[in-house]
């Protein structure tokens, strides 16, 4: 099977357990995801299957959407509820008002400094182990992207937002860097990610569901695992005659003379409808990065 199940994963596990249970349950040879979730975090994990984890990279690029609840006043090491508290504010002040005039300079392009906790790796060694040795090092900040950052509940000391943004954004810094500016610190207590471009938690599925629906038998009607082809919905679709299947699959460039070829990734068909594989098109010509031996679910 080659797939992508949208999965629904739950708090206390890491991406990779889930990838783990995931590849057990459906027997399949590879599995990976595309983008991490906390372990102490919810929500919409994109586990990719066999020849499905070669279209990974281009699921990460997607934009994501997050609910997270944070607690003013306390902020902690790991940014989360996990972590050790490291300021305590009582007797804070805090409104509406001031609190979406503060999130409304997060809109935008934004430069974030990845927290210690966190897998960024800094000359071969992930932050987070050396955050475990008490170890702090001066990390390079980047560019990300919020699209939105609205405020959906707010009832002191916890306040509920709602945030969308690019691949690599750390929401938990985002809610540290708030509290920090506000002068009371802050750290989340909930976080769920729900939703990845188009994919949604509501049409995702838990392990115990993805368990049901192998046992039940598994078809294309179902929402939460896809075939590579639905999983690229993004990407435009190109079909070419037999006489370029060939040369495609053996991994040659293709001409394409009937027709624009858009510029950017595109879905190579045949003229059945399979999926052949990923190109990359200028206009006239696709050269191929990713070849797909497809299967029907």
Not at 10 to 22: E, I, L, N, R
């Amino acid at each position: 099977m080659n797939a992508v199940v949208v999965l629904n994963k739950s708090k206390g596990f890491t991406s990779q357990d889930a990838v783990t249970k995931v590849k057990k349950i459906l027997k399949a040879k590879k599995a990976g995801h595309a983008g991490a979730l906390d372990p102490m975090a919810t929500g919409v994990l994109l586990v990719c299957l066999n020849e499905a984890t070669k279209i990974a990279p281009l699921l990460m690029e997607l934009e994501k959407e997050y609910i997270f609840k944070a607690r003013f006043g306390i902020s902690t090491d790991t940014h989360d509820a996990e972590g050790k508290v490291i300021k305590e504010v009582d007797n804070f002040e805090l409104n509406r008002t001031e609190l979406e005039k503060i999130i409304r300079k997060y809109k935008g392009e934004i430069m974030q400094t990845p927290p210690m906790y966190s897998a960024v790796k800094v000359e071969g060694q992930p932050l987070h182990k050396l955050a475990r040795k008490g170890i702090e090092i001066e990390r390079k900040p980047k560019k990300v992207f919020i699209h939105s950052f609205n405020i959906e509940e707010f009832a002191l000391p916890f306040v509920t937002f709602r945030v969308v943004c690019s691949k690599g954004t750390y929401v938990r810094a985002l809610c540290h860097d708030i509290g920090e500016q506000l002068g009371m610190g802050a750290h989340i207590v909930e976080l769920e990610r729900t939703r990845v471009g188009q994919f949604k938690i509501e049409n995702s599925t838990d392990i115990d569901g993805l368990k049901a629906l192998y046992e039940k038998g598994l078809d294309s009607s179902v929402s939460s695992i896809l075939n590579i082809d639905r999983a690229l919905y993004f990407i435009p679709s190109v079909t070419v005659d037999d006489r370029l299947v060939k040369r495609f699959i053996n991994g040659n460039s293709i001409k394409i003379l009937s027709g624009i070829v858009p510029a950017g990734w595109v879905k190579v068909k045949d003229k059945t409808g399979k999926i052949l594989g990923i190109g990359f098109g200028n206009g006239v010509i696709i050269k191929p990065e990713r070849i797909i031996w497809e299967e029907d679910l």
